[in-house]
Structures are given as C-alpha cells and as structure tokens.
C-alpha cells in the first residue's frame, strides 16, 4: 500500500509539472516569477501525513487525480449578468476557468483612478513594485498549494486603489465555473494592493456553469498600506462532492491599517481554506469570520497563521461550523506574537455544532508568543444542540423541527449578519433555512 502511494503521488508530481511547463510555455513577463515559484514548491514538497497544517485533510484521495489544463469558456452576456448583484451592476469583474476575463467585466462605476488589469500587463508597468512584493511573499510561503498557484496561474488579476481613493460601490468577483474539458484545474489569482487611506470591499462569488469534475486552486494576496481599510467576503456554494477546492487568503497590513474577511461555504469533497496574515506595522487590525453549513458527506479545513509583528495590533478570529450527515471539519489556527509585537490584543474561537452521530469536527487552536505584555486568549467547542433550551421552546409551542432550526439559525447569525450587502445576505439566508430545513 505504501509503494502504491509513492507512485500515485510521484504520478500526481508529474501532472502538476506539466501544467506548470504548459502555464510557461508562452512568452509571458511573469514567466521568471512561475519559475520561482515552481522551484519554491518543489522545496516545500507536496504535504504528506507528518504535515501539521495538513493534518486533519485525507489527501491520499488527491493523488490518483489527474488534472489538465483549463480552457477559457465563452459565457454569455446576459448568463453573466444573472450572476450580478443589484449593488455590483456597475463594478463587477469575471474570471472564467481561472482566467481574467477583462471583456466581460463592467468597471463604469469604479473611479478611473483605480487600476484593473491581467497581472502580465500590470507586470510591465508596475515590475519592480509587484517583483519587490512576490520575492517576499515566496520567501514566507510555507503552503506548497499557494506556491504552486504561483507557478501555474495563467491570466490573474491585479488590483490597484490609490491612496486616499474610496470605492463607493461593492466590487463583485464572480468566479465562472464551465468545466468543458475533463478534470481541468482551475487556478485563480488575484492581487490587491490599497494605498494610503484607501477602502473599498470585495465580493467573490462562485458560480457552476455546468456540470463536471474539475479542481481549484486559488489565491487572494492583498497588501494594505497605512490607514487603508479593505473588506473581503467570500462565499463557496453549492459544489458537489467530487471538487477539491484549495483557497489561500493573503494579507500583509502596514500602519493602522484594517482587513476584514468573512467566509461563507457548504464545502465540496475536500475544500481547505489557508490564511497568512502579517499585521507588519504599529496600530493595524485584522477580523477573520467564517461559517461552514456541512451536509452528507463534504468535508471543510480552515487553518490560520496570524502573525504579530508590530505592537499595538489587534486581531479577531472567529469560525463557526455546522454539520450533519457524515460530514468533517477541522480548524487549526495559531496566534504567534514575536517579541517586538508589545500590547498585542488578540482572539481566536472556533464553534462547531453537530447534528448527527456520523458528522466529525476536529479543533486545534493555539498561541505562540514571545513578547511579555500581550492580551490573548482562544478557545474551542465541540457540541451538540442544547436539549434544554429545546424542551423550553417545545413548551412555548414550538415544534421539535422549528425548535432546532431557529436554534441553528442563532447560531450562525452573529457571522453572516456581518455581510453589509442586502442582495448576498438575503441570499444566505436563503441557503441557511435551505439548510436547517
């Protein structure tokens, strides 16, 4: 069995080697940064057993896949403009298959001032400044799937806000999913830099376009400079249980800075989200928020590494879960202060509320610190519905369903009340009702 592995996985290593030569094989001003990158993840190594942050996530399904290269679809204009939200008709930006797809994206109600554009374009106007950035982004790369994201993307996403520009309107991201080819793997990119004092948020959203197997591999890597505040909501919904879907949050914060994420998923097969977050600079602040809704059998890995590196910085983590079915997840987390990161306030809590026998959560929430003046505290809970408050709303005259549900329902409110757009809160409402249902 052991042999049996070491072939499926040095077979996987190959397949991912020639999406990489085939991601380079066009002359591309990115091409010196792939080859890094490539050489990078090779030092990593893919994650085996022994790998913490990989841990609790059963890749030994990963490695007989065989992915190939994914191809631009051509999507229509109004199967495009379904996918829209009311608040984003304006400011609305397509990726298809992982490709930037600039003719079908709508920037009209975004100030001319901000820069949007495919990430080898922005690499000619803005080399030294995006060169500058990866050298040190790869240098602190420990996840070999964001490395390899690197190497493999094909036509990424570059954001630029200038200093003290404000972005009124929510900018949607939608992520078209049109398989046509079988198995591709889909490899987003998208860089987000915000100048001084600048804010805006971020929408992402993920649409299938039609139905069959593919994988994901994406990565979101925002810089923010100092007084800028950034808002990312990110929702992945409604994949089946075939998709293995890798997501990497980047963020490094400068002074006073604040970045915000919320994340919004029922999971696919195997969907593992990875957070690195560098509060780099005095004063700056960073909230991380998710909720997972887990049904049959899908399973969600979040891991997080907030990083400490200036004093008086704060951060806030908070994941809740629910699953039912023969579901998993899984929450690994560090909070890691350096000595330098003084008056640091920081707190990280992951719930998970289970609903059957068969579901399973494994938490793991921990604290690094090296400085001595620090506020930081994390905790955990694995649980089921409280039998007591049932019974109390039972003899109000609640039924045993609508008990639990609305019990559920508080549940998850306090996390999904934090996306401010009526559009996409409504919307996942509706799939949290579907679901408690």
């Known amino acids: ?43 990593i190594g893919l994650p085996t057993k022994k790998t913490e942050p990989y841990k609790y996530v059963r890749l030994r399904q990963l490695f007989p896949q065989i992915y190939s290269e994914a191809k631009l679809s051509s999507i229509s204009k109004d199967q495009i403009e379904e996918l829209v939200y009311p608040e984003c008709k304006q400011s609305f930006i397509v990726f298809i298959n992982g490709y930037y797809c600039e003719k079908d994206s709508c920037l009209v109600g975004i100030s001319n001032k901000v ?47 200038p200093p003290g520009v404000t972005i009124e309107n929510p900018i949607q991201i939608i992520q078209i999913i049109d398989p046509g080819i079988n198995n591709p793997i889909i490899v987003p990119r998208i860089q987000v830099f915000a100048g001084k004092s600048a804010e805006f948020q971020i929408i992402s959203s993920l649409s299938i ?19 800028s505040r950034v808002k990312f909501t990110h929702t992945v919904l409604n994949q089946n249980e075939s998709i293995w879907h890798f997501d990497a949050v980047r963020a490094t914060l400068k002074r006073n800075s604040h970045f915000q994420s919320i994340n919004v998923t029922d999971g696919s097969y195997r969907y593992r989200n990875d957070y690195h977050i560098i509060l780099a600079q005095e004063g700056c602040e960073a909230e991380l928020d998710g909720i997972t809704m887990l049904s049959k059998s899908k399973e969600v890995h979040t891991h997080v590494f907030m990083d400490h590196q ?36 920081a707190f990280q809590l992951n719930n998970n509320l289970l609903l059957s026998e068969k579901a399973h959560a494994d938490s793991k929430p921990n604290l690094e610190i090296f400085a001595d003046d620090v506020k930081a505290s994390h905790g955990a809970t694995v649980g089921r519905l409280n039998q007591e408050q049932i019974f109390y709303l039972k003899s109000r005259g609640f039924s045993e369903m609508d008990a639990q549900s609305l019990l559920i329902a508080g549940y998850c409110k306090d996390i999904i009340d934090r996306v401010t757009i009526p559009s996409l809160l409504e919307i996942l409402k509706d799939k949290l009702e579907n679901y408690i249902r």
């Open 1 to 43: 069995m052991m042999v049996q592995e070491q072939a499926q996985e040095g077979s996987f290593q190959l397949n991912l080697e020639k999406l990489y030569l085939l991601a380079t094989q066009e002359e591309d001003a990115l091409n010196k940064i792939r080859s890094k990158a490539w050489d990078h993840f090779l030092e």
């Open 115 to 161: 820069v949007i554009t495919d990430l080898s374009r922005a690499s000619r106007t803005y080399g030294a400044f995006l060169n500058n950035h990866w050298a040190k982004a790869m240098q602190g790369e420990v996840d070999a799937f964001a490395a390899l994201n690197a190497a493999t993307h094909k036509k990424g996403l570059f954001i630029y806000v």
């Open 209 to 227: 376009h039609s139905e069959g197997s593919y994988g994901i591999n994406q990565v979101v890597d925002f810089s923010l400079d100092e007084n």
């Open 310 to 345: 200036a004093p008086n910085c704060r951060s806030r983590q908070l994941f809740k879960s629910v699953l039912k079915d023969s579901s998993r997840g899984s929450f690994e987390g560090k909070i890691f202060v350096r000595q330098a990161a003084q008056k640091t306030d």
